[in-house]
DNA sequence: TCTGGGGTCCTAGGACCC
DNA sequence: TCTGGGGTCCTAGGACCC
């Protein structure tokens, strides 16, 4: 079985330990230029506000119901997240820090184990020694953990699908926007094709979701069903995209301020790769119009650079920032938000294999027959087959699926496609 | 008047290298 | 009619997550 724990509005339950008189009242945390809302008590989610809203959208009910502001403390909340998983690490070998306030624990191969005894310790335990509260689903994979997690937060904190009876009305009352993997876009594309609740989609064939949601929608489906797909990643990865950008509270009309601001950035993004011991390969920049402003135009422009050779220094990349920003920038336009990305860009290997015989259609034929047999011995699931070709030339493109099915990469090698 | 700041992975194809 | 194979690097965009 896998955990995912998970802290009740992690920033409120931070400022609530630091300010207990705040128990039971309205509280939110808002983002940098307090400008939305990313944290609320379960006093504001009743009251309707929703995540991300902004703050002045919501002045009239922030007066009426007397919602305390906080500006966000990063600083703070990282330190409270660091003690929440300390404490949890003490449960179990191996444990994935999803995000601040999130994380996976495998409990794979223990099988003397109660999760509602387990659950409720683990509550109390970091309830007690931080002062913030968690709710944890147990279930057999992750995504059924996310699910499980939902359920606990109207179970007392702790609850697990561990019966087919469960799993059965876990995935029925559970819509599928709300899965863990579907955002906006698929949920509306899934609702077109009646594809509504998690029962559903795990109807959906299997061609139908690749082909539509990437082998990403097939991982959920899998997921769904109770097969892992998505390993416990328990090792802590150097990033490999950094990026430092703000939004302006106003709109930016002189190019000295962007030139300063994406000056700070450059060198900003040089310190965190620095502090990961990494360089950077390729630097961007970019720069766009508010997006929320319907009355004007949209711009959006960004150029990306490759640098010469790789580098975490402050004064090169500053030096190629500012060069990205003269060659975007464009007079008379009003910005909102920019930012500097570094990226190591380390892109997934792929095999490209080409393949020829001395007939021209009966080319494709053939290769059509050699991929039905490849297909046939290592299954769909492991390696994607496509055919490139204007006619006259076929190539068959192989292309591994990263992530647990990598290893059987290695059988794939030794595979000679030809025809 | 005012709407966050980070990240991840996948897809697809072109240029180029030995 | 001929035709290498096995890659890497780069560009660009679309989806998702907290």
Redesign the pocket.
Known sequence: MIALCDCNNFYVSCERVFNPSLEGKPVVVL???D??I?SRSNEVKELGIKM?Q?A?YIKDLIKKHNIQLFSSNYTLYGDMSQRVMNILSGFTPLMEI?????AFLDFTGITEINYQKTGDEIITKIKKWTGIPVSIGFAQTKTLA?IASKAAKRNFGVYSIDSPRKHDIALKNTSVAD?????????SMLAKNKIYSAYDFTLAPDEWI?KNM???GLRTKKELLGIPCIRIEDDI?D?????????????INSIDFLREAVATYATRCAE?LRKQYSQA??LMVFIHT?P?NKNEKQYRKSI?I?LPFPTNDNQILLKYALMGLEKIFSKGYAY??A?VIVDS????????????D?SGSSKKKKLMESIDVLNSKFGRDTI?Y?I?GDG??WKLRQ?K???RFTTRWEEI?SV?V?V
């Open positions: 983002s940098n230029n400008g939305c990313i991300a902004p002045f999803y995000s601040i306030d999130e996310k899965l863990w993997g579907v955002g906006g876009q698929y949920a690749r990437t082998v990403m990865k990033k490999k995209a950094i990026c430092t950008s703000r939004a302006f509270g106003k709109k965190k390969n390729i508010d929320f990306t490759s909102k938000k930012g860009l380390e892109p997934d290997s792929s095999i490209q294999g080409s393949l020829f001395d994607r496509a490139l006259k030339e292309e699926l990263s992530g090698l000679s030809k």
